[in-house]
């Protein structure tokens, strides 16, 4: 017991960590059980996958190491650790949509904390980011749903992509991923599927989890075409979506002739004190491309010239009615798409999480349900970031996220704890060491654990 720890208040308790994982357990438990007389419990083997992304271990082997760890029991209500092969064995056989409810259990409560009213951007809507990520690539190993492209030299790679989605804001680095929709080869297919057609489930599925939520989508180049756009029309979503010169030829004519004609619209403001200056440039209802004229989209370029002569240029596309009181905004929010990239993808990649580690394949399902049990703990990281004043100190304190999980991870092997938020109460507030005495006395570590400051 720590008798200097000041005292935390705790907002919205529901959001802490602790409270979350009891949401996902309940979900789980909730699962269809299919096999007769299982070893370990469906629910068990779920949760030990999103304890292995919670602590981000390296390897499911480090993860064994775990076994007798008291605190999977009182953390993540783990009575035992499946050996990592029944581990591999019970996830292989996961239908991945059996998971796409728990993102929404964990961002409801986030919704009625009335967190996500932050994340309001436009006209009542939320701005949600889509992009395809891949996130495992072999020569050799393979699944039933791998995707396969024939490489330069002749041989054929095997891959997994996904189409992740997340509520972002210009204003927060937090993210909060929806569940994201696998881009594999379909049960029974033998054709590749592509990005275009995950997003097409992606959105049907969205408005069954989600049927009231408005958004705004902002996607990068790739997604700019007639039968996306139709897509996000017929899931009743607004669009911000990135188009290129070089891929939208007749798009560009029309604007460059809008140009000629006075038609194009503006505002520009110059930064006097570094000389840089800035214009936003709209013409309403342009068509999208030659091929499909009765798409009509709104167009906006944005354009920043600094000091020495260099330029930038950014265009968009949206069905958003563009005026010059909301240009500015229409691009912040066509620019706030690299979040899904940045705080999202590379986030996972490099600050942890090991995405793109092969922590095993399974023959049919196992590389999308740790992929998504992954996701699943990045959210609930997230919403530490975003909502747990705690979290926040224990990182503050810590400095580079690495660093912080390091400390989680060695406290977690080190003492005895009930809760994940005692283990941030330690890092914030010290931990006070076993003495020698009390080690003679094979006093337990727990009693030694300086963390509870309730
Ligand atoms: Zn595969």
Request: hydrophobic fraction near 40%.
């Amino acid at each position: 017991m720590l008798p200097t720890a000041p005292v935390v208040r705790r907002p919205r308790r529901y959001l802490h960590f602790d409270a979350l994982v009891q949401r996902v357990r309940q979900r789980f438990q909730k699962l269809p059980e299919q096999r007769r007389a299982p070893t370990f419990a469906l629910a068990d083997t779920l949760m030990a996958g999103l304890a292995l992304f919670s602590l981000k271990d390296p390897s499911l082997l480090a993860f064994q190491r775990r076994a007798l760890d008291h605190n999977l029991h009182t953390v993540f209500g783990l009575p035992a650790v499946p050996s990592d092969s029944q581990m591999r064995a019970i996830l292989d056989d996961v239908d991945p949509a059996a998971l796409r409810p728990v993102f929404r259990d964990v961002l409801r409560p986030v919704q009625r904390g009335k967190v996500l009213e932050d994340y309001v951007f436009l006209n009542g809507c939320y701005l949600l980011a889509l992009d395809g990520v891949e996130y495992f690539c072999s020569q050799q190993v393979h699944c039933a749903h791998c995707l396969t492209r024939q490489q330069r030299n002749g041989t054929v790679a095997y891959y997994h992509q996904l189409l992740g989605a997340a509520l972002v804001h210009p204003d927060f680095p937090e993210v909060l991923p929806l569940a994201p929709e696998p881009i594999q080869r379909q049960d029974g297919q033998h054709k590749n599927d592509c990005e275009r057609n995950a997003a097409r489930r992606w959105l049907q599925q969205f408005r069954k989890d989600h049927p009231h939520l408005p958004v705004i989508v902002t996607e990068d180049a790739l997604s700019s075409n007639a039968p996306h756009v139709r897509d996000l029309q017929a899931a009743h979503c607004h669009f911000i979506l990135g188009v290129k010169r070089g891929d939208h030829p007749y798009l560009f004519e029309q604007f460059e002739q809008g140009l000629l004609a006075d038609q194009v619209q503006g505002v520009h403001e110059q930064d006097t004190r570094t000389g840089a200056s800035r214009s936003w440039l709209f013409v309403n209802g342009l068509r999208l491309n030659e091929s499909n004229q009765e798409v009509l989209v709104n167009f906006v370029m944005a354009l920043e010239f600094e000091a020495d002569d260099s330029a930038h240029e950014w265009t968009w596309v949206t069905d958003l009615g563009v005026r010059r009181g909301n240009v500015r905004q229409v691009a912040r929010g066509g620019r706030t798409r690299w979040r899904i990239e940045n705080e999202t993808f590379n986030t996972l990649k490099n600050q942890g999480y090991h995405f793109a580690h092969n922590y095993g394949h399974g023959d049919n399902h196992l590389a999308v349900v740790l992929a998504l049990l992954m996701m699943l703990a990045f959210l609930i990281d997230q919403v530490q970031q975003k909502c747990n004043p705690l979290f926040r100190q224990a990182w503050h304190k810590k400095g580079p996220k690495c660093e912080l999980w390091e400390t989680v991870r060695h406290l977690f092997a080190s003492f005895e704890v009930s809760s994940m938020q005692e283990i941030y109460e330690a890092i914030v507030y010290g931990y006070v060491r076993p003495q020698l005495q009390a080690l003679d006395a094979q006093t337990p570590a727990s009693q030694a654990v300086a963390s509870d400051t309730s």
